[in-house]
C-alpha cells in the first residue's frame, strides 16, 4: 500500500543526546515536510524539501537538521542544541504543482518524543 | 507571515447534530486545507479548498476567499468525527501555517 511510514512511534531520550527520526514514503511525491506539535497547540513547520538534495527552514528550525538523499526518506535529527525537544513529531509530502491534487499534504502517525 | 485563526476552539456536540467550524485567514490564500487529527494523532486531509465549496458525505467546505474565512460544515455527527479539526493555510508556496484548531467531543 502506498503511504507515509514514520517511525518509531514512540521514542525516548536522555537530555543532551541528538536523535533521528525516521520519515519515508512511497508515494512518489516530491515535496515532505516535517512539523512539531506541542500539547493542545497546532502544528509548526520545522523543515521542508521540495526536491532531493534541496531543503529550507521552516519557522522553527533552530535546534533541528534534515537530509534529503533520496527522494523516499526524510529524516530529521533534533540536536542537543534544542531546548525543549519533547514534542509529536509529524512527517507529510504532497505533489507541487499543477497536477491533481497538488500541495494536498499527506501525513505519517508521527513520533512522540520525550526527552527524559 | 499569514496569520490563521479557528473558532470555537471547543466544541460538544449531542450525536446527530450538525455543527460549523470557521476558519479566518489574514491575507490571501493559494492553499488552504481541512484536516482531522484522530485521538491518536493521525492527520487525515479533508478538504484542498483555496476555494469555492466541496462536499465529501457528510461533510463540505466553503471558503470565501474575498473575505478571507473558510467553513467546515459537519451533519448528522457521529462520535467518530471526534477529535480536532484543524484549518491550514499558505500564501507564499508549500509552508502550510496551522490555525490552534477546533477540540470536537460528539457524544453518544
Known amino acids: 500500500d502506498g503511504g507515509i511510514t514514520q517511525s518509531p512511534k514512540y521514542l525516548f531520550r536522555k537530555e543532551g543526546q541528538n536523535v533521528t527520526l525516521s520519515c519515508e514514503q512511497n508515494?512518489?511525491?516530491?515535496?515532505m515536510y516535517w512539523y512539531r506539535q506541542d500539547p493542545g497547540q497546532g502544528l509548526r513547520l520545522i523543515y521542508y524539501s521540495q526536491i532531493v538534495n534541496d531543503f529550507q527552514k521552516g519557522d522553527i528550525a533552530e535546534g533541528y537538521s534534515v537530509s534529503r538523499e533520496k527522494k523516499e526518506s526524510f529524516p530529521l535529527t533534533v540536536t542537543s542544541a534544542q531546548k525543549n525537544p519533547t514534542a509529536f513529531y509529524l512527517c507529510?509530502?504532497?505533489?507541487?504543482?499543477?497536477?491533481?491534487?497538488?500541495?494536498?499534504?499527506?501525513f505519517g502517525p508521527g513520533t512522540r518524543l520525550t526527552v527524559l | 507571515g499569514i496569520q490563521v485563526e479557528q473558532s470555537p476552539p471547543d466544541l460538544i456536540l449531542q450525536e446527530g447534530a450538525n455543527s460549523t467550524l470557521r476558519c479566518n485567514f489574514s491575507?490571501?490564500?493559494?492553499?488552504l486545507q481541512w484536516f482531522h487529527q484522530n485521538p491518536w494523532g493521525q492527520l487525515i486531509n479533508l478538504f484542498y479548498i483555496p476555494s469555492g465549496t466541496k462536499q465529501n458525505g457528510r461533510l463540505s467546505a466553503t471558503t470565501v476567499a474575498t473575505e478571507r474565512y473558510s467553513l467546515l460544515y459537519i451533519s448528522s455527527s457521529q462520535t467518530t468525527d471526534s477529535g480536532v479539526y484543524f484549518c491550514a493555510a499558505d500564501n507564499a508556496g508549500n509552508m502550510l501555517t496551522f490555525g490552534g484548531g477546533t477540540r470536537l467531543m460528539v457524544k453518544p
Open positions: 491575507d490571501s490564500v493559494n492553499n
Open positions: 507529510a509530502s504532497s505533489i507541487p504543482g499543477r497536477a491533481v491534487n497538488a500541495d494536498t499534504q499527506y
Open positions: 508515494l512518489n511525491h516530491d515535496a
